[in-house]
């Protein structure tokens, strides 16, 4: 999560997180990312969050 989150700062955004599968005990770092919001595609301005479900 740390690459993505630099990433998005990079770019002017931010990263919000959630959690939807209780089962992964893998740590951020090796956490694969199942959905975002908002999706591929929509067009967004700095400053803004993307919030993604892991």
Known sequence: MKETEKILKEIGLELGLEKIAEENK?????????????????????????????
Do not use: A, D, S, W
């Open 26 to 54: 893998e740590t951020l770092e090796n956490t694969i990312i199942k959905e975002q919001t908002p999706t591929e595609g929509i067009k967004i301005n700095k400053g803004n969050r993307i919030f993604v479900k892991y």
